[in-house]
């Protein structure tokens, strides 16, 4: 909310931007009153039900959806740009195996802008090719660390296979049942795209400098790490993972609001209604608990709602909270669900970081200046 006048020029102040419109995007729209989403017009749940994490990044990155030909192409392209230079995979070896995967993200994504084969070239083309090798490399990046940390070999990509099924192929070595890779493959479309959120902003102010691509995209990487954003989902399972039982949440959620911290996965700047992307993750981790016969994180997740939908009815879920037991029940480790997120949010990354090349001007606000005035330097001696 626009909550104070600076104190020079008259200027409006809004912490944390609340309320701020930043600039125009033609990427994905947000009616929080409403609670719906959609990208380039199309609403999210319609492209869940029936588009796949592909043909959402076509639509992100050329404005409509492709046809059967252009899906082919792209989806051939995506393929094609999935291995990793073998100076990555070194770079993978040396980190420790404790590292977070996040930070091993950032940093290969960084490292990777040193062995762009369009070196050089700032053209649309060349950042379009960008944007979609940057997207097939990000599960690789993702499933090859996390092997080498359990001492295995990273496995090459599986052409045979589409984006979310080859992930998790790379990751366990065996090529995935068709539903799982269906459900991670919705909640990649899930999270492919959201307006100017923290990360995507980031990425937009990098790219709003005429920095690289790989510049924007290791800051929104980074940004999206922290537990108010992206970080979230890993939090809300350490959460369900150390009560452990469904009669331990209800005191959990009471003892949390009582002193005042924050519980994640619940919240959120702009909607206002439920978010649309956590009614159809809800319904994942529900189908998921029935399929597999584990519905412990289901229930727990169901009792935590409920206690704050009672106590705390301003507090809606958002995107972070089912997803964190649909991600369990897949068998996705816990520290790579944020990394997830990340492998659908690249998508819509690259798409923001194209629209702000098409039509940049540097992103700089004021600042209100808090801090004293007019002070007499003293030399060193004399302090
Ligand atoms: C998403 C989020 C960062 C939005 O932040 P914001 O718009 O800046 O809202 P604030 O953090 O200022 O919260 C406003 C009030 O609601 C409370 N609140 C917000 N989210 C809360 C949560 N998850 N649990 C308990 N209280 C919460 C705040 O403590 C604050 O209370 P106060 O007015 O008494 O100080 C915030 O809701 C949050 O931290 N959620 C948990 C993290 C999370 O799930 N992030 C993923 C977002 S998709």
Redesign the pocket.
Same mark, same amino acid.
């Given at each position: 909310m626009a909550d104070k006048e600076a104190a020079t020029g008259g200027t409006v102040t809004a912490k944390?931007l609340?309320g701020v419109t930043a600039g125009s995007t033609a990427l994905s729209l947000i009616e929080g009153q409403v609670g719906r989403l959609s990208y380039r017009g199309y609403d999210i749940n319609d492209l869940a039900n029936n588009a796949s994490f592909e043909e959402v990044c076509y639509l992100l990155w050329f404005g409509d959806l492709p046809t059967r030909s252009q899906l082919v192409d792209l989806g051939n392209q995506l393929r094609s740009y999935r291995e990793l230079p073998g100076a990555i995979l070194d770079l993978l070896r040396l980190f420790p195996h404790e590292a977070t995967p996040m930070d091993v993200l950032r940093t290969a994504v960084s490292a990777l802008s040193m062995f762009d084969p369009d070196a050089g070239d700032g053209s649309r083309e060349a950042n379009i090719r960008r944007a979609m090798r940057l997207t097939a490399q990000f599960p690789t990046i993702v499933a090859a660390f996390d092997r080498i940390r359990n001492r295995k070999e990273p496995l090459a990509p599986n052409p045979a296979l589409g984006h979310a099924a080859n992930f998790l192929y790379m990751l366990t070595g065996e090529e995935p049942a068709e539903k799982s890779a269906h459900i991670l493959d919705i909640a990649l479309v899930l999270h492919a795209d959201h307006g100017f959120n923290a990360s995507t902003f980031a990425a937009r102010v990098a790219a709003g400098t005429l920095a690289d691509m790989y510049s924007a995209i290791t800051a929104a990487i980074g940004t999206l790490k922290g537990? =108010?954003?992206?970080g979230?989902n890993e939090q809300?399972m350490r959460t369900l993972l150390s009560l452990g039982a469904v009669d331990k949440v209800r005191p959990f959620v009471e003892e949390?609001?009582t002193s005042?911290?924050?519980?994640?996965?619940?919240?959120?700047?702009v909607y206002k209604a439920d978010d649309p992307r956590a009614i159809m993750l809800r319904e994942l981790s529900r189908n998921l608990a029935e399929s597999t016969g584990n519905r412990k994180w289901f229930e727990m997740s169901e009792r935590m709602r409920e206690t704050m939908e009672e106590l705390?009815p301003n =507090?809606p879920v958002?995107?972070?909270?089912y997803s964190a037991s649909v991600y369990y029940t897949l068998g996705i480790p816990v520290d790579l669900f944020t990394p997830v997120f990340a492998i659908s949010r690249v998508s819509g990354w690259t798409a923001h970081v194209l629209e702000q090349y098409a039509d940049n001007r540097l992103i700089r606000p004021d600042a209100d200046y808090i801090g004293p005035r007019n002070r007499d330097f003293k030399p060193v001696d004399e302090r």
């Open positions: 944390g609340e537990p =108010l954003h992206g979230a809300v949390s609001l005042k911290r924050k519980i994640m996965g619940f919240g959120h700047r705390k =507090l958002n995107v972070d909270f």
